[in-house]
């Protein structure tokens, strides 16, 4: 999906979270149908989506210290949910 030049910044920032949240639903539904435990299918996913995420930006050229939200702030959602998830695949 590519972003609109033409939308106002409030409504880029509301783009990257609608988008967070889809990409966050078919992870979870992924990681729910994977082989081994829950957790360690959400480290993987999560951190495969993190990887995605930074080449995206770094291809579209994104700047990741804006006022706005793009594939960096999303990159870095992921990051945590890998840091989340791994925590409770080692401990459970």
């Given at each position: 999906?590519?972003p609109s030049q033409n939308l106002p910044e409030s409504l880029k920032s509301i783009q990257v979270v609608v ?74």
């Amino acid at each position: 999906m590519k972003p609109s030049q033409n939308l106002p910044e409030s409504l880029k920032s509301i783009q990257v979270v609608v988008r967070f949240m889809l990409r966050l639903a078919i992870l979870l539904a992924f990681a729910w149908l994977g082989a081994s435990s829950f957790a360690q299918n959400m480290v993987a996913l999560a951190l495969m989506s993190a990887a995605l995420c930074a080449v995206y930006a770094v291809v579209q050229g994104e700047l990741p210290f804006r006022a706005d939200l793009n594939h960096w702030d999303e990159m870095t959602a992921y990051v945590a949910l890998c840091s989340l998830a791994s925590h409770f695949a080692l401990t459970g």
